[in-house]
Structures are given as structure tokens and as C-alpha cells.
């Protein structure tokens, strides 16, 4: 190939260092022999971009010019061929490609988000139960039951977050916006701001906020339900249209605030027990005060909620009638006396299967004063 057929590069000038004999001397096997020049500059400059003609020099690189190299099928360099792989990889100055070495795992780092708390591993499931003399067990649903919008937006904020993570904000939140008006009108942005704390920040502002805004255009009221798909049960809801209102007199499932955005089964349960019976003029509180109707049946004893903290309640409330609860069916035995002084006293409850088994031991105490204090 003459060099007036060589495709040059602007990377690569083309020189002729390469020349080739034919001679008539067969090799040892009876081929014809090619005898190949390789200039020194070939072998010192190239194998490095960057590096330009001037700078080479022969031997620069430990290399020493090579003359008369001989080739036959295959190019012949007159280096002693290995007997076994080396042991450890050798890096060669000649200009053939080097066997490739995989470059060492990366170690993969975890990124945690701060906008998540981290949460303590308590050693058992447990709940401080109060004395069943005691007006009030703790929840902040008990504080909100007479304000049935605070109380959806409360089961919004706890909802997968700790009450001692969410409480704050909670009621940093209500400060800000006191009235369903303002929670309507309050800009997204701040909203998401101040409760980023929680994380799924963007998720809870957006469903505060619609809340807010359909409950002005639809308040619950008495007679007016709406259906929620597969609550209480597996296909409850179905035979019920998706923008149909149904009245008291219809006897399908449904329920006064289920065309309200964000309300799941935690926010439902949550207002059944402590606001519906009001709502619907009933009694006077969840407790059934001021009962309307003999032999009235408070709404709470037909709730089975699947939150720990609600289930508990709902057994610390059975057990102030003397009765044990199962949460799975809603069954009832009477309390054994062990239970019934225990319930008396108050202590620590903790779960199996499921269900709550109240206890006072005192390692039990020590369990419940951590768990109370997250």
C-alpha cells in the first residue's frame, strides 16, 4: 500500500516505518519468509496520545529498536513465549492490547432521606393501659372528637408516623390554619413545608388541603353517605355508584364521609368510633351520652379497626363493661378476675395474636415507660 492510499487521522500521522522483503529463504517448514522493519519511532511514540513525534526517542521506554523481524502467518516477535499465566498482572510497554482488567466493585452507599425519623426498635409490642376508671385513654382522637375535621386531618399526619413525631406538627398545623376556610385557601408550598418532617410531605398538604376544599362544597350530614370500595369488608361498596348519595332508609354499605379525599380505613374507623354517632344526632359523644333512642348501641362496638392503637383502645373501652374483645371477630368473653383487677389497677398491655392481654408485670413497666416516651 503506497501512502497515497492510507487513510490519515488528525490523531495519527502516517510515516513509513513499516517496509517488507519478500526473500526466496523458506523458513524451517517450507513457507516463504516476509522480512518486516519496524522503525524505533513506531515503538516509543504512539502507544501514548498526546505525546508528539519529537519527543520520541528510541529505547525511551525500555524498548530497544528491533531489526529483521521476521513473520510467517502471524507476526513473530522474538520474546520467549510464557510457560504458565503470571500471577500477578504485568503491564507490557509493547504495542500489542493488554488483556483487560475488570475494575473493583463499587461499594454501594445507602442514601437515607433526613426528612425520615428513624424509628427505635421496641423489644415487644406493648401499650400502657390506664385504670378503667380513667375518662380518657390518650389518644388525640379522644381530644378532637367533637371536631370531626381536625380528627380526619390528625389520622392524615399519623398515618405511618409516630405520635410523637406527628403530634407537634399536627398542632403547629392547626395554629397556622384554625378553620376549615384557611386549611381551603393555604398555599401548597407552605403547607408542605412545615410538615416536611413527616415525609410524604407533598402527599399529605395536597389531601389536607382537598379535604378542606370538598368539605365546603359537600359537609357531611346526616343522611347523605357515599360509598368506600371493600370497607369494612371485601367488596363492600360495590353495589353502591361511584357519585351516588344514598339516605338512612337504603340499607347498602356506606358511610357520611367517604367522597372525601384522603379518608382510607384508618381515618374511617377513627371517625366511626369517636364522631359518627353525633353526626347523625344520635348521642351527645362516642360514649353515648345523651343517648336519643332506647337501647341505643354505640358506633365503636361495631368497629374491628386494623391499627394497633385503635384496637387497644377499643379493648380498654370492652373491658371498662367487663368483657374481652377480639379484634379478629369482634367476640366477647367475660374478663377473668385476674384481668378484671389488672384492668383495675392499669399497667401494660401486650399483644398476642393479635389481641391484647393486659399485664402489670414489672418488666412490663420498664418496657411500656420507653414505649410511652417515643
Known amino acids: ?143 378532637l372528637a367533637h371536631e370531626p375535621f381536625k380528627l380526619l386531618i390528625a389520622t392524615i399526619f399519623l398515618n405511618r408516623t409516630r405520635g410523637g413525631v406527628a403530634l407537634p406538627v399536627l398542632f403547629e398545623v392547626f395554629e397556622q390554619y384554625p378553620t376549615i376556610d384557611a386549611m381551603a385557601n393555604a398555599r401548597l408550598s407552605d403547607l408542605v413545608s412545615m410538615i416536611r418532617c413527616l415525609g410524604f410531605q407533598n402527599q399529605r398538604a395536597r389531601k389536607c388541603i382537598d379535604l378542606a376544599r370538598t368539605w365546603q362544597a359537600s359537609r357531611p350530614a346526616k343522611g347523605k353517605r357515599y360509598r ?45 368510633i369517636f364522631c359518627r354517632d353525633e353526626l347523625r344526632e344520635m348521642a351527645n359523644d362516642w360514649q353515648g351520652t345523651g343517648a336519643t333512642v332506647t337501647g341505643f348501641v354505640p358506633e365503636w362496638k361495631s368497629v374491628l379497626p386494623q391499627d394497633k392503637e385503635l384496637r387497644a383502645y377499643l379493648t380498654w373501652l370492652w373491658l371498662k363493661e367487663g368483657w374481652t374483645w377480639d379484634h379478629h371477630t369482634g367476640d366477647l368473653e367475660p374478663a377473668s378476675d385476674k384481668t378484671r383487677r389488672a384492668a383495675q389497677k392499669g399497667g401494660v398491655a401486650h399483644e398476642e395474636d393479635g389481641n391484647w392481654i393486659l399485664e402489670t408485670s414489672p418488666v412490663k413497666r420498664v418496657a411500656n415507660g420507653l414505649h410511652a416516651e417515643d
Not at 523458506?26 to 519527543?55: A, E, K, Y
Open 228 to 272: 368506600k370500595l371493600h370497607y369494612p369488608r371485601k367488596l363492600d361498596g360495590r353495589d353502591v355508584g361511584r357519585d351516588e348519595c344514598i339516605d338512612d332508609e337504603d340499607m347498602r354499605v356506606a358511610w357520611e364521609v367517604a367522597h372525601l379525599p384522603g379518608v382510607g380505613a384508618y381515618s374511617l374507623d377513627s371517625w366511626r
Open 1 to 143: 500500500m503506497t501512502p497515497s492510499d492510507e487513510v490519515k487521522s488528525k490523531y495519527f500521522q502516517s510515516r513509513p516505518e513499516w517496509r517488507t522483503e519478500q526473500t526466496r529463504r523458506p523458513d524451517d517448514d517450507g513457507n516463504p519468509m516476509i522480512r518486516l522493519r519496524i522503525s524505533p519511532d513506531l515503538l516509543s511514540s504512539d502507544s501514548f496520545l498526546g505525546q508528539t513525534d519529537s519527543d520520541s526517542e528510541p529505547g525511551k521506554f525500555g524498548l530497544q529498536p528491533l531489526d529483521n523481524v521476521e513473520v510467517n502467518d502471524s507476526l513473530r516477535f522474538p520474546f520467549p513465549a510464557p510457560t504458565s499465566k503470571p500471577t500477578t498482572p504485568q503491564k507490557s510497554n509493547c504495542l500489542l492490547p493488554e488483556t483487560p482488567v475488570s475494575k473493583p466493585t463499587r461499594p454501594r452507599i445507602t442514601k437515607t432521606s433526613p426528612y425520615f425519623p428513624s424509628l427505635p426498635t421496641d423489644p415487644e409490642s406493648c401499650l400502657p393501659f390506664p385504670p378503667i376508671e380513667a375518662p380518657y385513654f390518650g389518644l388525640v382522637q379522644e381530644q
